[in-house]
Nanobody
Framework: QVQLVESGGGLMQAGGSLRLSCAAS????????VGWFRQAPGKQREFVAA????????DYADSAKGRFTISRDNAENTVYLQMNSLKPEDTGVYYC??????????????????WGQGTQVTVSS
């Protein structure tokens, strides 16, 4: 079992950039698929991006493609989400999640995910 702690959120003007970090505890972190989700006020939590254990498979939501980059450093037990060209609609609480899965394809709907506490991202127009 891993524990996840997000950081890096904040207030940014539209067009700016932020990098979120998801630090994990646990020696088996490298065996987990890890992803980012976000929840805007009054909306359901939605998938943003995910990366497999070795970093070879990556998946993005359409809203993130071309602007966001997910990466991981297993030696540092950390997954990053680089967010560029931020828009006001990117505002929300960003959550890191991890699941012990063999591939990325079932990650979004997997029930057994470990979640972090979330970090707030606010993008002003």
């Amino acid at each position: 079992q891993v524990q996840l702690v997000e950081s890096g959120g904040g207030l940014m003007q539209a067009g700016g950039s932020l990098r979120l970090s998801c630090a994990a505890s646990g020696r088996t972190f490298s065996s987990y698929v890890v992803g980012w989700f976000r929840q805007a006020p009054g909306k359901q939590r939605e998938f943003v991006a995910a990366i497999t254990r070795g970093g070879y498979d990556i998946d993005y939501a359409d809203s993130a493609k071309g602007r966001f980059t997910i990466s991981r450093d297993n030696a540092e037990n950390t997954v990053y989400l680089q967010m560029n060209s931020l828009k006001p609609e990117d505002t929300g609480v960003y959550y890191c999640a991890a699941a012990a899965l063999p591939s990325i394809y079932s990650f979004v709907n997997a029930e057994k995910k470990t979640w972090g506490q979330g970090t707030q991202v606010t993008v002003s127009s």
